[in-house]
Each structure stands twice: as structure tokens, then as C-alpha cells.
């Protein structure tokens, strides 16, 4: 059995992971404390991936929670779900990392880095078959995007054989109105270029747009966007809960999604989505699930792939369904659109299919694509960035704690380089190759 430890840093992280151990947990059929209350053999065959089980015989989460703010702590050992995790799993300072990177990174997030990589350590030592670590946090704030960055570092260094998956909440004006997230965004991402294996970007501002135009909700709450992140990472991650052929681990999903080392941000994407009036108005079937898969729409990163080059996708359909249908339908997406698809990596299209289907709902589908429109989200970010240092603001801030000025201009001259790298590989003309730095 290959075990995942998780990791939740920052409010962010912390809030997305009531609504993820919610739906792990009744998927795999286990109450509010970690008792099974299931009939059937299969949710336990692989429940040791996110669980261990106790000596009480109920099953706790391999999880650590991290905050220098204790807010979103104490608002998780309230909730509901609460009595699920364990009180060592909670780990929170003493103040605040005032949406400020080197707080997180340099001073604050530092003397909190021992306790998590002692806890961490713990849940090591005590698995079988580590498969790799899981690490939900935002890249807009302090604490996700400074301790964050910090932590993935330390583990490269200290598990170089694991795999480091990442899921990444990318800030948003439309969600936020914190000014300085566009610097916590690149030093988090220029840091994740070496320290990441795997990163889902989960952008805020397509989140937003689902919301309010999909699902047409009129005020799209921060909960509602929380929902979405955590449905996405239970799909994604079902293939490592129940048995699969393909993509059954995070090293297959490396394998299979990555074809050059510094290419690993990922846009996931989420099908059926609709208004709960249309739901009795449409049948779900799965060249409808498709067909919303390589749509934009249901992209939970705001960029166009049409305006893009599909170096790797792969899709996982949950439910009882035709493997003859799916890779009919999977094949036919890229005999209609060639032009969207690198000439140059073969067989780039992989599917799998889990027979457990979400609560409520006879299939779904999740989709995962590495293609060179994430450029245009990190553009966003890039420009962002670049007029708000040219005017010098807000650089007292991240001064104080230790930064210096040249450290602005690499980072943001190592965005640039990955951004470049992905455009080498559009569709257009031979691609050439962009040595490591």
C-alpha cells in the first residue's frame, strides 16, 4: 500500500480541508469520528492511502495542519468534523504572517518549520510505502505562499525520492483585495519551478466565474469556491483511493503528465457542472461529459486552451460506464482538433475509470491538462507584478524582513523563463529545446 501525507497550510488550506475530508470520508464510509459504518469491502481496500488506523479501530486522517494565524485552527477543531483529526495534527504560531511572503518564508514561518517537519517526520516513520506528500495552500497569502514555499523546499531536500504534489489556490482581484498577492504569487511559483513535482493550479477568478455563470449562484461565497476546490481533489485523487490501472499513484501521474521537468502546472477541470434548475432538463452522458471536459467553461484555471498546445491531458470518469464509449469519444476530441494537440509527444491522451461515482450522481469526470495556455494566467500574474515593483510599492514590507531588492527582479526573471519555456513548445513550427538553468 503506498501512503500519502497531506498537507494544509495557511487559512486558505485549513478551509478547503473541512470540505475535502468531508467527501473523503463519506466516499470511503466512515462517520464524523473515523468509525467505518459501511457494508462493502472496497472503500476499506485502499483507505490506508489518507488513513491510519488507530487502536480504538477508527481510522485518522494522515494529515498536519498549519497556520501562524490560529483562527482557521480553532474554526477546524469546531466544525463538525473536528473530533476526526488528531490534536497533534494542529500546529499554529503566535501571530499572523500579514499576507506577506518573507514573513512566511524568512522569519515568522521559520521558527513554525521544525515543529511541522517533526510532525511530518512522525507520520513518515510510521507508513509502509511513502508514497509522496499532498500540500493544499494558496499562493496569494503569507503563510501558503512563504511557509509553503519554505516546506517544499526543506521535504526536496530531506525526501528527494517523494513526490511533491501541490494543490495551489491562485489569488484573484476579483475574489481578494489583498494588494500584495501578485509578489507572494511569484516568489511562491518561481520557488515551485524546482521544489513542486505536481502542481494543480486552482485559480480564483475561474472558481468565480463557475460560480456566478455556471452554477449561476448570485453571490458566490468563498465557501462555494472551497466546495469546488475540494470536489476537484476528490476526483482527482480517486484513482489512488480505489483499484486502477492507470494513474493509480502520484509516480504514474508524474509519468504520464509531465514531459520535461519544469512543465508541471496543471489547469483541472470538472464535469457535469450546472444550475441545480437545469438538472432535471439534462440527461448526463458521457460525450456530454467530454464535451464539458475540453471546454473552458469548466477549467478551473482562467486561461483559453484553444490558444494553447496540449502537451498532456488525461481524463478520470467515474461510474459504471463503456471503457469501449470513453476511448471513443477521448480519441474522436483529438482527431477533430489536431491543431491543439503537441505533434510531438504521442499518445498524450490517457483516461481512467473508477466504478465508485460521487455521492448523488451516476458518473463524472475530472480532467487534468498540462497545456502552454497556463501562460496566459501566469501572464496575468507576471503583469501584476511587474507594475506594481516598477513603481517600487509596497517593497518596505518584504525589506524588513530580510529580503533584497535583486531578489525581486530573479524571480520575477524566473516566471518570465518558465513562460517562455511553455511557449517553445506551442504547436507552430518545430519546438526547440530550452536548456536547464
Known sequence: MREIVVL?????????????????CDEHCLDQEGCFIGEHYLPRQRINVYFDESPCCNYVPRTIFADLDRGSLDYLRCSSYGRLFSPDSFIGGQTSAGN?????????GAELLDQIIDA???????????????LVHSIGGGTGSGLGTLLLENLRDLYPSKIRNTFSVIPSPKVSEVVVEPYNAVFALSSMIQSSDETFCLDNEA??????????????????????????MS??????????????????????MVPYRKLHFFVPGLAPLGSRESECYRQTTVPELVHQLFGSSNLMAACDPSQGTYLTAAAIFRGRLSTRLIEEQMSGVRSRDRRLFSAFIPNNIKCAICDIPPRGQKMSATFVANTTAITQLFRRIAQQYATMFRQK????????????????????????????????????????IVEET
Open 120 to 134: 511530518a517526520r512522525r507520520m513518515v516513520e510510521g507508513c509502509d510505502c511513502l508514497q509522496g506528500f499532498q
Open 207 to 232: 472558481l468565480y466565474d463557475i460560480c456566478a455563470n455556471t452554477l449561476r449562484l448570485k453571490a458566490p461565497r468563498l465557501d462555494d469556491l472551497n466546495h469546488l476546490i475540494a470536489s476537484a
Open 8 to 24: 494544509h497550510l495557511g487559512q486558505c488550506g485549513n478551509r478547503v480541508a473541512e470540505s475535502f475530508w468531508e467527501n473523503i
Open 100 to 108: 506577506n511572503w518573507a514573513r512566511g518564508y524568512h522569519t515568522e
Open 393 to 432: 510599492a509596497f517593497l518596505h514590507w518584504y525589506v524588513g524582513e530580510g529580503m533584497e531588492e535583486s531578489e525581486f527582479e530573479g524571480m520575477e526573471q524566473k516566471l518570465t523563463a518558465l513562460i517562455d519555456e511553455y511557449r517553445s513548445y506551442e504547436q507552430e513550427g518545430q519546438p526547440y
Open 235 to 256: 476526483g482527482l485523487t480517486c484513482s489512488f483511493r480505489y483499484p486502477g490501472q492507470l494513474n493509480s499513484d502520484l509516480r504514474k501521474l508524474l509519468t504520464n
